[in-house]
């Protein structure tokens, strides 16, 4: 069983373009990733693995306290690359790169932005990281946009289709080897209690 966690809230990210930028938590972050992990009570995965981005090493370094273990970090599981635009409000973006941002408008997940990725580039190499774990039981703790591509590897919607799904600040997503496939077990249980004792139930049946 594969336990996907999206980090905690980050400080200045309103209407900027947030891909691989390295900002950290908010204080509200902060505290999304304490509770997040006095949520998990006596869950306790085999291994951890995290982005090496600053906002996952913090909400990881929580979860390493209340389980006792040391997160890999793993850069196929960054955020998607927004190249030239990393870090700019949307109101410049859209300024300065005027037919860019037109194009993205019709075409969210086959657009590149300049020296960026697009979503088909971030799914080629998060699908080779979910590959590898198989039949593991791991907490990944990484970015919306991965949790989104590793939702389109496991139920095969149109790419197109992704921002219909929004992974929340600190929330959980499961999915399970299955046969030759992923199968998702749930998508965005949020950090209350009993959240461990309802992962252990599942990692049961």
């Known amino acids: 069983m594969i336990v996907l966690i999206r980090h905690g809230e980050i400080a200045g990210a309103k209407g900027r373009a947030v891909g691989q930028i390295d900002l950290s938590l908010s204080k509200t972050g902060l505290d999304q ?17 995290c982005s090496p981005l600053t906002r996952t090493v913090q909400t990881s370094s929580f979860i390493e306290n209340k389980c006792g273990l040391e997160s890999s970090h793993i ?27 037109e194009k993205r408008g019709q075409n969210m997940a086959d657009f590149r932005p300049p020296e960026g990725e697009n979503f088909n580039d971030l799914q080629i190499r998060v699908r080779s990281f979910i590959e590898r774990l198989g039949e593991e ?5 990484t970015h919306a946009g991965v949790i989104r591509s590793v939702l389109h590897i496991v139920l095969g919607f149109p790419l197109e289709n992704i921002f219909r799904i929004k992974p929340d600040y600190c929330h959980v997503t499961v999915i399970e080897k299955a046969k030759q496939d992923f199968v998702l077990k749930a998508f965005n249980l949020p950090p209350k209690h009993g959240l461990g004792e309802h992962l252990l139930e599942m990692m049961r049946n």
């Open 33 to 49: 990733a304490l509770q997040l992990a006095e949520s998990l009570g006596s869950f306790r995965p085999r291994r951890i693995y």
């Open 137 to 141: 039981s791991a907490i990944v703790v």
């Open 75 to 101: 850069p196929e599981i960054k955020e998607i690359s927004l190249g030239r635009w990393e870090g700019l409000e949307f109101k410049t973006i859209k300024s300065l790169f005027p037919d860019e941002f």
